[in-house]
């Protein structure tokens, strides 16, 4: 059965799920029109699976910022693919382009993309990474998205660094209805978080929302501050924080690789916040992460509006950087 097939199949009266498939492909467009568009020009350039056509196909997945051992892997399975089924022509290779990248971003993947929440007492989420990438948005809308699931919702403005990072998260705490625990700029942001944690459990909170500094004077300050808010994190909650997500923007392309690699060694990232997805027309850069990292991506941003932070589906997120192509190819086997 073709992708393409086993996605329609997956998705057939379940509503929810057609949905989000539509966020996921109304999200990608940019990435899609720049790089599908060229997928099919190139398909309908060489009618024959040959060298020239895997090259170019190659330098287009490079453009879509997928990274290089990702291209590597995938050529090499595509290679095998062809030869495997003897494929002459170029009929039904994005389905075989699209399986093999899925198998690519789950192959060796232990880590659950789902977030982790605790069944009983408090779950803490720390939040990390640069000013500008869309956190304390992110963190708005993960409480939003908590909060729809019945869950009681706080939040600790960490960053007590950056000039109206305590304001703009205190804005989303009111927009989403929830409580944002603060002091004054500058103050020490262990201290707001030994604060917030004594609130949340004396409150029977579900999951406490923990915002972080993006930038210090430099490096090793930013990432010493981060292990201190860690250490007192798990001094008042043994075996927190329960999920530490590294917030990366999309539109920097290769350039959140070396920021995720900074985080990854300075805390334990556990998973990654996408945000901007729909922003960019690199979109590839979701497989580059997870094969380089090892770090699952968790959610991604799809758009502005509070329902767009949606949590990360291979298949789905794969289907939406060839819908159209497979559309087609499908149309056209069934003629």
């Not at 290779?93 to 982790?116: A, C, D, P, R, T």
Request: proline content about 1%; glycine content about 8%.
């Amino acid at each position: 059965m073709s992708f393409f097939k086993k996605m329609k199949e997956k998705l057939t009266g379940t509503s929810e799920s057609v949905s989000v498939s539509e966020k996921f492909k109304d999200g990608l467009s940019k990435t899609r029109n720049q790089f599908t568009s060229k997928v099919n020009d190139l398909v309908a350039k060489y009618r024959k699976v040959d060298e020239d056509f895997f090259e170019e196909l190659e330098d287009l997945l490079l453009q879509a910022d997928v990274g290089v051992d990702t291209v590597m892997e995938l050529m090499d399975k595509l290679r095998y693919e062809v030869q495997r089924k003897n494929m002459k022509d170029t009929a039904g290779i994005q389905s075989v382009i699209s399986e093999k990248l899925v198998e690519i971003y789950e192959s060796g993947e232990e880590e659950s993309n789902e977030i982790v929440l605790q069944k009983d007492g408090l779950t803490v989420i720390l939040f990390v990474g640069v000013n500008g990438v869309g956190k304390t948005t992110t963190i708005g809308k993960l409480a939003h998205r908590l909060k729809q699931q019945g869950k009681t919702v706080m939040l600790a403005a960490g960053d007590t660094f950056r000039a109206g990072a305590i304001d703009q998260l205190q804005v989303w705490g009111d927009r989403v209805g929830v409580e944002v625990i603060k002091q004054s700029e500058g103050s020490d942001p262990a201290a707001v978080m030994y604060d917030a944690v004594r609130s949340a459990k004396s409150k029977g909170i579900d999951v406490l929302i923990c915002d972080t500094a993006g930038r210090l004077q430099n490096k090793v300050n930013l990432m010493n501050e981060l292990q201190k808010v860690h250490r007192v994190i798990e001094r008042e909650v043994p075996g927190a924080p329960h999920e530490v997500l590294l917030a990366l923007d999309a539109t920097t392309g290769q350039n959140a690789l070396v920021q995720a690699q900074a985080f990854k060694e300075a805390t334990n990232v556990t998973g990654i916040v996408l945000t901007k997805l729909d922003g960019t027309a690199k979109g590839g850069i979701v497989l580059a992460i997870r094969n380089k990292l090892h770090i699952p991506v968790k959610f991604v941003g799809l758009g502005e509006k509070m329902d767009d932070l949606q949590p990360f589906d291979t298949e789905k997120y794969v289907y939406g950087l060839f819908a159209e192509g497979l559309e087609q190819e499908e149309a056209d086997t069934s003629k």
